[in-house]
Nanobody
């Protein structure tokens, strides 16, 4: 079993910043990729940023230049620094991690989600 615990969401005004954290724990051997997705009411879940183990970080066009994803591999933790937030960033943000368990099986897990609300 692998658990993902997210923190850092909240209510902010447009132009302000938030930092999300997501820690993976459990029967982990490798964490090959960690990323952040978001889902607004009535919309599909979409990629925000992803940080694979090969270092090829990618961002959704709408957050480039405002959001920064980073990882602490020693802690199996991924962060999302969100600056210059706009109301359109309002969504539930989900952490995702994939890799291999201690038994060699592939896992792909989601966090419980954390609400980010940006007021205008």
């Amino acid at each position: 079993q692998v658990q993902l615990v997210e923190s850092g969401g909240g209510l902010v005004q447009a132009g302000e910043s938030l930092k999300l954290s997501c820690a993976a724990s459990g029967s982990i051997s490798t964490v090959d990729s960690m990323g952040w997705y978001r889902q607004s009411p009535g919309k599909q879940r979409e990629l925000v940023a992803i940080s694979p183990s090969d270092g090829n970080i990618d961002y959704a066009d709408v957050v480039k230049g405002r959001f920064t994803i980073s990882r602490d591999n020693a802690k199996n933790t991924v962060y999302l620094q969100m600056n210059s937030l706009i109301p359109e960033d309002t969504a539930v943000y989900y952490c995702n991690a994939e890799g291999r368990t201690k038994w060699g099986t592939i896992y792909n897990y989601w966090g419980q989600g954390t609400q980010v609300t940006v007021s205008s």
